[in-house]
């Protein structure tokens, strides 16, 4: 784990995913057969057709969480620098949102190309990264025809070359590979302040595609979630966590 000295050194990272359209009827004629199979394995019903309706509802449910299926609405990230004279940390937020996708990536690509740049000194923290975030970050770069930031460029890498990757999920396994830990839980037993006071992962696209203010809405709800991954990164370096007053949003 880097260690607290290293804080500034450190981007802490979420995102916020929803499915590339409010109703899988707005699928291409492509797309559409190749949903119907995913949407088979989701329900473990490999050998048997599908109504429209549970197709429909697969889709409205799960298509988020494919970077084939879905898209990023939110980038929401965080710093830590430390006051000079008191040495107590300030966490920063800033968020990358917006409906066009090829925009806020490009943008948060610039972010990592000018300022984290250096696998051997930088690193992105967050929860669950290394299975979705960053994957789902990669895949739809190049979707989108944009170029992989250096920090970023990690295909057929071996998992001592992607140490840069601070994953609070696999720290908090110990190399336990069974299970799960939601960040919610860890904030539970650590005493953190939960993220999901508004709304929760499930609710994000209902929330984007139904509601005026819905981005501003998932933004905040990202930025809480930046917040929850630094204090729990603090909780695992034995240090104490990050006061609110020194916690300051820049979106």
Same mark, same amino acid.
């Given at each position: 784990?880097?260690?607290?000295?290293?804080?500034? %050194? &450190?981007?802490?990272?979420?995102?916020?995913? #929803?499915? !590339?359209?409010?109703?899988?009827? !707005?699928?291409?004629?492509? @797309?559409? +057969?190749?949903?119907?199979?995913?949407?088979?394995? /989701?329900?473990?019903?490999?050998?048997?057709?599908?109504?429209?309706?549970?197709?429909?509802?697969?889709?409205?449910?799960?298509?988020?969480?494919?970077?084939?299926?879905?898209?990023?609405?939110?980038?929401? #990230?965080?710093?830590?620098?430390?006051? *000079?004279?008191?040495?107590? +940390?300030?966490?920063?937020?800033?968020?990358?949102? %917006?409906?066009?996708?090829?925009?806020?990536?490009?943008?948060?690509?610039?972010?990592? $190309? !000018?300022?984290?740049? %250096?696998?051997?000194?930088?690193?992105?923290?967050?929860?669950?990264? *290394?299975?979705?975030?960053?994957?789902?970050?990669?895949?739809?770069?190049?979707? %989108?025809?944009? +170029? @992989?930031?250096?920090?970023?460029?990690?295909?057929?890498?071996? +998992?001592?070359?992607?140490?840069?990757?601070?994953?609070?999920?696999?720290?908090?396994?110990?190399?336990?590979?069974?299970?799960?830990?939601?960040?919610?839980?860890?904030?539970?037993?650590?005493?953190?302040?939960?993220?999901?006071?508004? &709304?929760?992962?499930?609710?994000?696209?209902?929330?984007?595609?139904?509601?005026?203010?819905?981005?501003?809405? /998932? $933004?905040?709800?990202?930025?809480?979630?930046?917040?929850?991954?630094?204090?729990?990164?603090?909780?695992?370096?034995?240090?104490?966590?990050?006061?609110?007053?020194?916690?300051?949003?820049?979106?």
């Amino acid at each position: 784990m880097i260690q607290a000295t290293d804080l500034s %050194n &450190i981007l802490f990272l979420d995102i916020e995913t #929803v499915s !590339q359209y409010p109703k899988y009827e !707005q699928l291409s004629d492509r @797309l559409k +057969p190749l949903w119907e199979k995913k949407a088979k394995s /989701i329900l473990r019903k490999y050998d048997e057709d599908l109504s429209e309706d549970e197709i429909a509802q697969t889709y409205t449910d799960r298509a988020a969480i494919f970077a084939e299926f879905g898209k990023i609405v939110c980038i929401s #990230v965080g710093f830590i620098s430390r006051d *000079k004279e008191s040495l107590k +940390p300030t966490l920063r937020l800033k968020s990358f949102a %917006n409906k066009d996708e090829k925009l806020l990536l490009q943008e948060f690509a610039e972010l990592l $190309t !000018q300022h984290y740049n %250096n696998t051997n000194k930088h690193g992105i923290c967050g929860h669950n990264i *290394k299975e979705f975030d960053i994957p789902y970050i990669c895949r739809r770069l190049i979707i %989108n025809q944009l +170029p @992989l930031p250096a920090i970023l460029n990690i295909a057929g890498k071996k +998992p001592w070359e992607t140490k840069h990757l601070i994953d609070t999920l696999t720290l908090w396994k110990f190399g336990d590979y069974k299970n799960y830990t939601s960040l919610n839980l860890l904030t539970a037993i650590f005493d953190i302040p939960s993220p999901k006071d508004d &709304i929760d992962g499930s609710q994000v696209g209902v929330t984007f595609w139904n509601e005026d203010d819905g981005l501003e809405r /998932i $933004t905040a709800y990202c930025e809480k979630d930046v917040l929850a991954t630094a204090q729990l990164y603090m909780r695992f370096s034995l240090a104490p966590l990050i006061d609110d007053e020194n916690v300051i949003s820049m979106t």
